[in-house]
């Protein structure tokens, strides 16, 4: 595969995954926040299943595996999912895009408490960067100063995306970034449906009656999620997780300009300010990263 046709798609991706926000937060006015995640992972899920029949890529895992597995469907699919659209139903796309895009600071900072890895001085000073952005965002809900309920749902949904990746990394070393995928995601949308069942039963849930609006739907799990993640998958094994990472600065920013168009949501100081902040905290632990000499990675993709 040309270079060229890499960073397009890396490109493709980010706008892919900026445009996810937006579209969430579209359809929420459709939608009740767990019907609509429930809806979106079924979704999801039947689409992995029939690319891992049509890859061939099944694989039976052990029963280490299949804890692990566990933990990363509940962390990241089953809490993430949740906390992120109920999240986003009290915040702005702007907002839930930056604070997700804290997530690989978080994975740092748990990844030293509980794997024990070392952090360096640059990398510790990028995740200081990041979260005095992440206070500019949280502490200014976009009318007053204070606390928004939805970002303090947005930071529970990163906490728990972070989590699973801690778990995904143990696994990817015996299993490919796909099959954890596919286990977690379908996995996490088997124990969502009791939360689906109690907003049933207390008469909170509700769908779109609208025909286009599933199609939304399908098209943001089955494009924005499913080959985004592929596509996300062969740039960081072509172009290394260095190159690939500057990409992950893109949907933010993608997120805000298009809700500002499409939403009628406002551009806040606070979010230009916090978000530059995250994202140079981003870019300045990723300063020492190097490119594989034969880059094999296998890398987890979400939301």
């Not at 579209?26 to 939608?31: D, G, Q, S, T, V």
């Not at 286009?212 to 943001?220: D, E, M, S, Y």
């Amino acid at each position: 595969m040309s270079n060229r046709i890499v960073l397009i798609k890396l490109w493709v991706v980010s706008l892919l995954w900026g445009c996810n926000y937006v579209a969430s937060a579209y359809m929420l006015r459709e939608f009740s926040p767990i019907y609509l995640s429930f809806a979106r992972l079924v979704v999801m899920s039947l689409f992995l299943i029939i690319s891992a029949l049509i890859l061939k890529a099944w694989k039976r895992p052990t029963a280490t595996e299949w804890k692990l597995l566990i933990f990363a469907g509940i962390s990241g699919t089953l809490f993430n999912q949740l906390f992120y659209f109920t999240g986003l139903q009290h915040s702005t796309a702007g907002n839930a895009a930056l604070i997700v895009a804290l997530s690989p600071i978080a994975t740092l900072l748990l990844s030293r408490l509980f794997l024990k890895e070392k952090i360096t001085g640059t990398k510790l000073t990028g995740a200081f960067i990041a979260l005095i952005g992440v206070v500019c965002i949280v502490l200014y809900g976009g009318k007053s100063f204070g606390i928004s309920k939805g970002d303090i749902y947005l930071l529970l949904a990163m906490f728990g995306l972070s989590v699973s990746l801690l778990f995904i990394r143990k696994l990817t070393t015996t299993m490919t970034s796909f099959q954890v995928t596919v286990y977690s995601t379908v996995i996490g949308t088997m124990m969502m449906i009791p939360a689906a069942g109690y907003e049933e039963i207390s008469g909170h849930l509700h769908g779109s009656h609208q025909v286009w609006t599933w199609v939304l739907l399908i098209a943001v799990a089955v494009i924005g999620q499913g080959m985004a993640g592929f596509w996300w998958n062969q740039g960081i094994a072509e172009a290394g997780v260095s190159i690939s990472a500057m990409f992950m600065n893109i949907p933010p920013f993608v997120a805000i300009i298009i809700s500002y168009f499409l939403l009628g949501d406002p551009i806040h100081a606070a979010q230009l300010i916090g978000g530059a902040l995250i994202l140079a905290g981003v870019l300045v632990t990723n300063l020492n990263l190097r490119l594989p000499m034969h880059p094999k990675v296998k890398v987890n993709s979400k939301m």
